[in-house]
């Protein structure tokens, strides 16, 4: 498992690397909690980000509906390629007008992923997740959500599914109940530690949300970005770090980080 390319997602048989590139700001700048303004990069820059993210190692893209235009860019910009990748995208969430908007309905669930192969131009999604609004439990018990997913599993347009959870009932549940949980994790944020702890003994994979604060880093840390990755891998339960950059020398640099707390 302490590999940087080639670590298992669980018991899903995908091997993703233990770095995601992370797409919000490749679809959306606003409504955003980032520290700062930005602009959405360009083809060309968006092109060389995946390029240097693919050179050094990534092989995991995470977008979603509600992060405005990255799923339609990813695939313009991936194109024919596009299957080379494990793309992770997302259902339930919404993003119009300037506010989220949530359905975790089965009917909007299948319309949503049919939605996201067209956009991504793949003929199978390798993981769904349902972005919460914060209600997991209630969603997982309820909604008709993971029912929905766990057909199109059947039915081969994902290879497997899960859930980016708000709450550490509804991450437990989800470990229990699908293939792979997406939690907030950082040292300053270490509530969601029990959903790792129970993925870990189920066998569950995990993606990391916001394991840089979002940007928001400790300014009295002498490497706070190192501090963060070695806080990261040091749970034997975490897969991968979906990392949120537009900017390519700070990609080079989490993935050296990345290497450097992963020996
Ligand atoms: P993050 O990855 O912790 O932080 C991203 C921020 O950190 C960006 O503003 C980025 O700015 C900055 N950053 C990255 N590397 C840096 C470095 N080496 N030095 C200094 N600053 C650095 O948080 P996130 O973007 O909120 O979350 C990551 C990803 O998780 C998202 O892109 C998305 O795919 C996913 N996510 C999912 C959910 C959900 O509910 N499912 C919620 C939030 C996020 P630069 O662009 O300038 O590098």
Known sequence: MNQ????????????????GLGTVKLGRNQGVKYPSAFELPSDAAAQALLETARECGITLIDTAPAYGLSEERLGKLLGAGAHDWV??????EEYINGSSHFDFSAAHTRASVERSLK??????LDL???????NDVDIIENSGAFEALGKLKQ???IRAFGMSTKTVAGGILAARESDCVMVTYNPGHIEEQAVIDECLKLNKGVLLK???ASGHLNSEDADPVQ???DFAYAHAGVTSAIIGTINPQHLRDNIAKAKKALT
Not at 119 to 124: A, I, K, M, N, T
Not at 128 to 134: I, M, Q, T, W
């Open 87 to 92: 793309i992770c995208s997302k259902t339930g």
């Open 119 to 124: 956009r991504l131009q793949r003929d199978w």
């Open 128 to 134: 769904v997740l349902v972005h919460s609004d914060g």
């Open 4 to 19: 940087f390319d080639h670590r298992p997602l669980g018991s899903t048989g995908i091997h993703v690397s233990a770095i």
């Open 210 to 212: 916001k394991a840089l």
């Open 227 to 229: 501090t963060c990755l």
């Open 155 to 157: 039915e081969g347009s």
